[in-house]
């Protein structure tokens, strides 16, 4: 049962351009939603986070919406980098579990010249 | 202010081993958690400690067990390795303050191959 889902295992986009990763969560209870960057046999970097009491937060070139009736999140990127390129997993925890994140399965971006 | 940190970094065990690792949270960081990826489960919760207390835990047999120390730092073992617990291993720690919405910070993690 996955509880959070990234639909899109790849996605390429060209340097300059807006980047949209999406996400989708199916556990009502979750209320603090997170994205991390990983590059190969590195640990998680934070991006960004949004509270469910919000549905929007930016920081810098990076922006997550958080559409709680479609149980969907995404992030933007504006503008894509090279160094952009990297595997991004949304993560969801609840209150019952705060430090209990559940990840999805991650979209490998790739940022073209 | 140092990030988490993780050590070893690479380890080579035979199945049947046990193994140890050790994680040091951020500097006033109380919580600590670990997460197994591997390609075909990606990043999965396997227990948080808190207070040298484990307060959460995931689906995991009980060959897989950690502990937390009075400094926050803490390891986590794992008994009769099999081959499928290849994987890499990651700790996360976060403040843990009261009301939840915690970020968790997370270190290079310890790469396990088993033999």
């Known amino acids: 049962d996955q509880q959070v889902k990234q639909n899109s295992p790849s996605l390429s986009v060209q340097e300059g351009r807006i980047s949209i990763l999406n996400c989708d969560y199916t556990?009502?209870?979750?209320?603090?939603f997170l994205w991390y960057k990983k590059y190969p046999a590195e640990g998680p970097t934070f991006l960004i986070s949004i509270s469910s009491i919000k549905d929007k937060n930016e920081d810098g070139r990076f922006t997550v919406f958080l559409n709680k009736s479609a149980k969907h999140l995404s992030l933007h990127i504006v503008p894509s980098q090279p160094g952009d390129s990297a595997v991004y997993f949304c993560a969801a925890s609840a209150p019952a579990g705060a430090q209990k994140l559940v990840f999805g399965q991650g979209t490998r971006l790739t940022i073209n010249p | 202010k140092a990030g988490v940190t993780q050590t070893p970094r690479y380890l080579i065990k035979t199945r049947g081993q046990q193994v140890t690792l050790s994680c040091s949270p951020i500097s006033g960081h109380r919580s600590v958690s670990w997460y197994q990826q591997t390609p075909g489960q990606g990043l999965q919760f396997l227990f948080e400690y808190f207070s040298e207390t484990q307060r959460n835990k995931g689906n995991f047999p009980g060959r897989f067990s950690g502990r937390q120390f009075s400094n926050s730092r803490s390891e986590m073992n794992v008994s009769t390795l099999e081959l499928g617990d290849s994987a890499l291993y990651l700790c996360a720690s976060s403040l843990a303050l009261a009301g939840g919405e915690e970020t968790q910070y997370f270190g290079p993690g310890t790469r396990l191959l088993v033999l």
């Open positions: 556990n009502s209870m979750f209320d603090y």
